[in-house]
Nanobody
Framework: QLQLVESGGGLVQPGGSLRLSCEAS????????IGWFRQVPGKEREGVSC????????NYADSVKGRFTISRDNAKNTVYLQMKSLKPEDTAVYYC???????????????????WGKGTLVTVSS
């Protein structure tokens, strides 16, 4: 039983911040690249940010560069997405994902994923 569980979503005002967490069970995250994706109803799921298994390499969508930061704590089997300066267009269901692929760009852009979490809703609104 391999699971990824997201948490930390909620309602936040524009300009605010949230930190999402993704915790794995049934496997160790340190063997996987991890990514955050988001999806709005009626639109395709998009890669937000991905991080390599070592944490040395990261990838960010242009829309979130400078505002979002991905990090991982392998000792806690957890990956984080720190989101700052949130905008209404950031509203989406955010999914954590794990992949055994080598490059984080391939994961984020091509959406090559082995495991998906169930998602956590982030709503940015006044």
């Amino acid at each position: 039983q391999l699971q990824l569980v997201e948490s930390g979503g909620g309602l936040v005002q524009p300009g605010g911040s949230l930190r999402l967490s993704c915790e794995a069970s049934g496997f160790t995250l340190d063997q996987y690249a991890i990514g955050w994706f988001r999806q709005v109803p009626g639109k395709e799921r998009e890669g937000v940010s991905c991080i390599s298994s070592s944490g040395r390499s990261t990838n960010y969508a242009d829309s979130v560069k400078g505002r979002f930061t991905i990090s991982r704590d392998n000792a806690k089997n957890t990956v984080y997405l720190q989101m700052k300066s949130l905008k209404p267009e950031d509203t989406a269901v955010y999914y954590c994902a794990a992949s055994s692929i080598i490059t984080v760009q391939a994961m984020c852009v091509r959406r090559l994923v082995d495991y998906w979490g169930k998602g956590t809703l982030v709503t940015v609104s006044s």
